[in-house]
């Protein structure tokens, strides 16, 4: 078997990047797409992503809104396994390719729907824009910013999140599919994309939720950007008290820990007044020299550090290279193209990209027979992963919240920890927006004991994951060699920071140490100091990549009768989230860089300060310019320039003041409606409070209510898709230990010996 979805055809209907993503993480890992286009191509066949985002795929040229073209679509859809759309709501129950009308015909099809917003409401017509998303979903409001104001992103995160969350919903009906006989219908919309970059901050206690920090370097000091004295900058990435205090010392500023008010308490310095204290200090000694000898002086006392470094420098370094995370083809018009590799490892169905995306007529496309028969069984009741076993050994985000993706499919997710429980519970709200779902052991795993007792447990559960750094599963005994002798169908899923080679693949791998090498903090900030994204980009991503990889492997099993390993890192992410950005031919039209407080990139394609909040617009056809012109009253606007000269105006030059002097007075609400009446492609900046209170977002059903043990009522993301109405979670996170002795029980172990364990400090029970 060449990949782990050899012999899956998908049909893809999709366009821009989420579900041409999505799909193409599908055909890395063996499936064979066929991506139906309209004749004037996908909207973004212009854009270097696209050659990236399609590879692997043959296209075919249909229209469904035409007659003579329908027939032609059903009947490949008739040899599909499963069939993509990202059309508005409606679309597909007009021609007929909704989920129930397909699955009454073909009751083994998965049907996938990715809208751009959400199922239902008012914002769900509007055209695809990673900007309205962004806005919407409180993306842009949240973002850190030096003025009270939402940041415009560059990088079109949203997206790239919605379409890796597909990825691994569309792998798990597959999985479904082949326990039950049936197909099903699937949905992860673009509010799905949210709540899987935004689960640390869209969540609250109480009154108790996320800031905004007041700064794009970062607010705390132990974990920001500094400037050093050549002008170059660095990001400090020491996350735990350990770390910092190592820093200090490197630094000879160990005074600070001791300073009245501090008191050699660690998470003072984390909160106001220390922290602005301790960061003057900070800014202050980095100025003094510059920044190689700075990284010469951390790097030396173990501390986790990165330089701020430039896209393309990276795209091209070492670490990349070994990773396979930059592979070289020919076009036939762009000669050589440069385009991410395969970002997470299978090894024994290994992934691949064969070459760019062909064309193909639809009278050459094969017969195909689905992969499975139509069976007989319901629908698994808690999710398509229902009887899953997870034995999560994942701390931080990026490995524990790959594991909160499955239990929100339906698996069984056991956070498995040391005595003392994962250090980011010192987070609070970000850990339990990325630990739902989960039930919680603590076990010494240094001891023989507690080793054995998780041995038990492996060989009776599906998947283990860790991101320990490199040797650490070796010394704990618990690498996969050792876990497939004990369990041939385990799937060991491992996340580092740099790989498992390479000059880098011992230091910690923090997610904005990730973003400063990648260059993703320097293209934000533009001709001005780098920023500090305030979504966990390389963390989040690697986490939705690991639970694809980890539902690939389940896939792959159900054919070979053997689980396998899966290896994937942050800087492999730091590449696919950059996917559009990185892909090089010779002339490429440049990548969008900012600015500090980044409003947007022109002067239709912007934020614009309301009386009483924030209005995004965002046009992306000329004549849109016309339709601005009278939404506002000033058509003599279009007498001063044509909608093509208006398209390349600034943010902040002569058409953007005027829209900004036009819309300031404005309440947000008559902005938005005036705007969209005239089919302006705009929406209001949600703020966080307002953004928990939404009605189109509470009508999506965004969030649920659950209770936490120890803060009570807390509000959080629901779901990360929705299988036919299941999916989502049954419980908030769990404290450490909080279901040790239940767990231990499940797993077969005596009451005796679960007291003894207990009474020896081996296990812990909250």
Same mark, same amino acid.
């Given at each position: 078997?060449?990949g782990a979805f ?6 893809d ?5 989420a579900?041409?993503?999505a799909?193409? !993480? =599908?055909a890395?890992?063996? +499936?064979? %797409?066929?991506k139906?286009? @309209?004749?004037?191509g996908? &909207?973004?066949k212009?854009?270097p ?5 399609n590879?692997?795929?043959?296209r075919v ?14 009947a !490949? =859809?008739a040899?599909?396994d +499963?069939a %993509?759309f990202?059309?508005? @709501?409606?679309?597909q129950? &007009?021609?007929?390719?909704?989920a ?15 809208p ?5 409401g ?14 919407l979903?409180?993306?842009a ?5 030096y ?12 997206s ?13 009906a597959?999985?479904?599919?082949t ?5 099903g219908?699937?949905v992860?919309?673009?509010l799905?994309g949210?709540?899987?970059?935004h689960?640390?901050?869209?969540i ?9 920090s ?6 705390v ?9 050549d ?9 735990t ?7 200090l ?9 001791v300073?009245?008010g ?7 310095l984390l ?7 301790a960061?003057e ?9 510059p920044?190689?000898e ?8 173990g ?13 091209r370094?070492e670490?990349?290279?070994i990773n ?16 991410p ?14 070459g760019?995306m062909?064309d193909?007529k639809?009278e050459?496309?094969?017969?195909h ?8 069984r ?7 992963l ?6 999560d050994?994942?701390?931080?985000i ?7 993706f499955l ?13 003392d ?7 609070g709200l970000?850990f ?10 603590a076990?010494?795993?240094k001891?023989?004991?507690g080793?054995e007792?998780f041995?038990?447990?492996?060989r ?12 650490v ?7 996969y ?12 899923c491992?996340?580092?920071?740099y790989?498992?080679e ?6 910690p791998?923090?997610?904005?140490l ?9 293209a934000?900030?533009?001709?001005d ?9 390389n963390?989040s ?7 694809f990889g980890?539902?690939s492997?389940?896939f ?8 396998q390993?899966v290896?994937?890192?942050l ?10 950005e ?6 490429r ?5 900012g600015?500090r ?12 300060r ?6 995004a ?26 909608a093509?000269?208006?398209m ?31 089919g ?73 010996r ?5 009474a ?6 909250a």
């Amino acid at each position: 078997m060449s990949g782990a979805f050899a012999g899956i055809r998908i049909v893809d209907f999709t366009q821009g990047i989420a579900g041409p993503m999505a799909t193409m !993480l =599908l055909a890395d890992q063996g +499936a064979e %797409v066929i991506k139906v286009e @309209p004749p004037g191509g996908d &909207r973004v066949k212009d854009e270097p992503g696209y050659l990236c985002w399609n590879r692997n795929k043959r296209r075919v040229v249909l229209d469904p809104h035409r007659f003579e073209d329908l027939s032609a679509v059903r009947a !490949l =859809l008739a040899t599909a396994d +499963a069939a %993509v759309f990202d059309w508005a @709501p409606g679309e597909q129950e &007009r021609l007929g390719l909704d989920a129930t009308t397909l699955l009454a015909e073909h009751p083994a099809l998965v049907h996938v729907w990715l809208p751009p917003y959400s199922a239902r409401g008012r914002w769900s017509q509007l055209p695809p824009s990673e900007a309205l998303i962004s806005a919407l979903g409180t993306v842009a409001a949240q973002q850190s910013s030096y003025e009270d104001q939402p940041v415009w992103l560059v990088s079109p995160q949203v997206s790239y999140g919605q379409a890796m969350l597909s990825a691994g919903a569309i792998g798990s009906a597959l999985y479904e599919r082949t326990q039950t006989g049936r197909g099903g219908s699937v949905v992860v919309s673009g509010l799905n994309g949210v709540a899987a970059v935004h689960s640390g901050i869209t969540i609250k206690w109480g009154e108790a939720m996320d800031r905004h920090s007041g700064s794009s370097r970062g607010a705390v000091p132990n974990y920001r950007l500094y400037q050093c004295g050549d002008g170059l900058w660095l990001f400090l990435g020491t996350l735990t008290p350990p770390f910092f205090l190592r820093a200090l010392e490197a630094m000879d500023l160990m005074e600070l820990i001791v300073m009245e008010g501090v008191d050699g308490e660690f998470t003072k310095l984390l909160q106001p007044p220390m922290n602005a204290v301790a960061i003057e200090r900070l800014d202050k000694r980095f100025a003094e020299k510059p920044r190689d000898e700075w990284l010469k002086i951390l790097h030396d006392a173990g501390v986790p550090r990165a330089p701020v470094g430039e896209r393309n420098d990276w795209f091209r370094s070492e670490t990349v290279t070994i990773n396979e995370m930059r592979l070289e083809f020919d076009h036939p018009k762009h000669g050589k193209v440069l385009i991410p590799g395969v970002s997470v490892k299978l090894q024994a169905t290994p992934g691949e990209v064969r070459g760019l995306m062909t064309d193909a007529k639809i009278e050459a496309i094969q017969p195909h027979e689905p992969a499975v028969r139509p069976g007989g069984r319901d629908p698994l009741p808690r999710g398509p992963l229902a009887g899953v076993r997870v034995l999560d050994l994942g701390q931080f985000i990026a490995g524990t919240f790959a594991p909160t993706f499955l239990a929100s499919f339906g698996a069984d997710v056991i956070k498995v920890e040391l005595l003392d429980g994962d250090p980011f519970r010192l987070a609070g709200l970000q850990f339990a927006g990325h630990n739902r779902g989960k039930r919680a052991i603590a076990i010494d795993l240094k001891s023989d004991a507690g080793r054995e007792a998780f041995y038990e447990m492996v060989r009776q559960s599906d998947v283990v994951l860790d991101n320990f750094r490199a040797g650490v599963r070796e010394r704990l005994r618990i690498d996969y060699a050792t876990l497939r002798a004990m369990n041939p169908r385990i799937v060991s899923c491992s996340v580092t920071g740099y790989g498992p080679e390479g000059p880098l693949a011992n230091d910690p791998g923090f997610d904005p140490l990730l973003q400063a090498r990648s260059g993703l903090m320097a293209a934000q900030g533009g001709n001005d100091e780098p920023v500090f994204f305030k979504i966990a980009v390389n963390d989040s991503g690697s986490a939705m990549i690991a639970a694809f990889g980890m539902i690939s492997a389940l896939f792959a099993r159900e054919r070979t009768g053997e689980g396998q390993e899966v290896l994937t890192c942050l800087a492999n992410q730091s590449i696919l989230t950059q996917s559009g950005e990185v892909t090089w031919y010779e002339g490429r039209p440049p990548a969008p860089v900012g600015g500090r407080d980044f409003l947007g990139p022109g002067a239709l394609n912007r934020f614009y300060r309301c009386a009483d909040g924030w209005v995004a617009v965002a046009c992306s056809d000329a004549t849109q310019f016309h339709q601005l012109c009278a939404a506002l009253g000033r058509s003599e606007w279009a007498g001063r320039m044509t909608a093509e000269q208006a398209m390349r105006e600034p943010a902040t030059g002569t058409l953007g003041n005027l829209v900004a002097e036009a819309l300031a007075p404005m309440p947000r609400t008559e902005a938005v409606d005036r705007l969209v009446l005239r089919g302006v492609p705009a929406a209001p900046v949600l703020g966080l409070p307002e953004f928990f209170d939404d009605p189109w977002v509470n009508e999506n059903r965004y969030f649920d209510s659950y209770e936490h043990p120890v803060w009570g009522p807390t509000v959080g993301q629901r779901a990360y898709g929705d299988f036919g109405g299941r999916g989502g979670f049954e419980r908030g996170a769990p404290l450490v230990g909080q279901h040790s002795v239940e767990v231990l029980r499940e797993f077969g172990f005596e009451d005796d010996r679960i007291e003894a364990l207990l009474a020896d400090g081996v296990v812990r029970q909250a």
